[in-house]
C-alpha cells in the first residue's frame, strides 16, 4: 500500500476514535467554527392526557363517545412554549364523517372563572343537580346524568383560560401576559386553531357558546378567528350576555343600568309575591312587557330631564317605580329615582331580614344585619360554588381518571385585568360581533337570558343586540330565549329543558344544509 495512502486512512481512523467535544476543540484551534449544538427539542403541540369511552342517554337516545382530558402549547414568536391550556372534550363515536359533525368550544366568563359551570351544568354528560326550589343543598354532593347535554348536537371542547382550571403559563412567562380582553382573545383564539387544526376539524361546522364575560371573549374571537386565522364560524350561543358594560356600571353620571335593571327587579318582586295582587295575578312575561315599556319610555325620560321634572312628576314616577320594584316610594324617593342593584337585593325583603342573590335572585341570604344598603355574599354563588367544586374534583379523577397533580382553579387570580384598548370608556364588545357577522352573513347567534339576573340583566342583553346596527338583512340571525331563572339558568331543571329545545332549533338553523 503506498505510504500516502496508509498515513491518510491512519488520520481517518484518529478521528473516528476522537471524541466529538475533541473534534471540535480541533477544528476551534484550526479557526473552524464548531458544528451548531442540536436545539432541545419543544414539547409537543396537542397532548392527550388521559382518553376513556362511555355511554350516554341524552333525550331519550343512547350516545356512545370519547371524554379526552388534554392540554395544548400555545406557542411564542420564537416557537418557545408560552402556556399550557386544559381542555375536556367529548366527541361521539360511529360518526361516519367527522367533517359533517358540528364541534363547539365552550367556555365561561369571569374574567378568571374556569369552565366548570358550563361543563357540569349544561354541556357535558354529567351534571350538578340544583334544587328546582333555589335551596341551597347538602353535602355530600351527588353527580347525576345529563339528559340534556348537547353532545347529542355537537362534538364539546370546554376551554378553561390560561390561570384558571389548571391551565398555567409555562415557566419565563408572565401570567399578565394572558390576562387582559385582548391577550384572552388571542390565547384562547389560538388555542382554538390549534385544536381544529390538530384534530383535522377545519370542515366541521363550528360553533362557540359562552356565558357572562365569556360572551364578551366570544364576540371577540369571531372577529380575531376571521382576520387572524380565517376561520369562519356557523354560530355563536350567548349565555347571559355581556358585550356593552357601560349597560351594567351604576356610575354617577351614567343612567342607562337604571332603565336596563328594572324588569329584573320586578320579576325579583313578582317571585318573591312583594307586588300588589293586580300584577302578581299577570304572568311574568306579560308583566314585564309593560315593565319594558314605562322603563324605556317614562322612566328613561324622566332621569333624561333630571331637575327639569317639576315635584308632582317625580311623585309620580316614584309611585311607578315603587309598584314594579315592590320597594316604598319613600325609598325610591330617596335613590333619586336611581335604584342600585345591591340596594335593591337588600332593600326589597328587609322587613324578612333576607337578601336576594345576584346572580340568581330566587336565593335568599341572611346578612349579619338588616340594616346598610348592600348585601354581605351573593346566596346564589354560595349555593352552587360548593357542589360544582367538589363535584368536578372527583369527576375529573373517578369518570375522566386523570389525576391534574396541581390545584383545579374555579376562579384563577387574573387581576389586575388589561383593559387598555378601552381606557377612558367602556368596554364594548358589540362592534367586533357586528363586524364578524357582516363578513360572514352565515354567522347565526343566539341570545340566552334568565329573568331573574341581576349580573347581566335580560332587558341590558337585549338593548345591546338592538343597538348593533346590522343591516336589516342581517337581523333574522339573532335569536333570543328567556328562562324563569337566573345568570345559570341551567341550574333550574325547566330552564334547562327549555335552554336545550331552543339550542336545538338554533344548532339546525346554523349547520348547512346536507
Known sequence: MPRRVAAFLIVLLLVAACPLDAQEKERSDRGSPPEPKKKAASKVVHEPLSVTKHT???EGEEIEYTATVGRIYLKGDKDQDRAQVYYFAYTRDGVEDQHERPITFSFNGGPGSSSVWLHLGLMGPKRVPVPDDATQSAPPYELVPNEHSLLDLTDIVMIDPVSTGISRQEEGTEAREFHGYEED???VGDFIERYISTNERWESPKFLLGESYGTT???GLADYLQDTHGMYLNGIAMVSSVLNFQTLRFDVGNDLPFVLFLPSYTATAWYHEQLEEELQRQALP???????EFAAGE????LLRGARMSDEEEDEIAAKLARYTGLSKEFVLRTNLRIEMRRFAKELLRDRRRTTGRL?????GIDRDAAGDSYDYDPSDAAILGPFTALLNEYLRDDLAYEP??????YGSVRPWNYDEFTNRYLDASESLRKAMTRNPALQVFIASG??????????????????????TLRDNLHWGYYEAGHMMYIHTPSLEKLKEDLTEFYEAASPEE
Open 360 to 364: 340568581d335572585s330566587r336565593f335568599l
Open 405 to 410: 397533580g396541581r390545584k383545579y382553579n374555579i
Open 217 to 219: 371573549r366570544a364576540a
Open 185 to 187: 382573545i388571542n390565547s
Open 451 to 472: 329573568y331573574y339576573d341581576l349580573a347581566t340583566p335580560y332587558f341590558a342583553s337585549d338593548f345591546t343586540y338592538n343597538q348593533l346596527q346590522l343591516d336589516p
Open 286 to 292: 306579560d308583566l314585564l312587557r309593560e315593565v319594558e
Open 299 to 302: 322612566y328613561n325620560t324622566a
Open 56 to 58: 350516554a342517554t341524552i
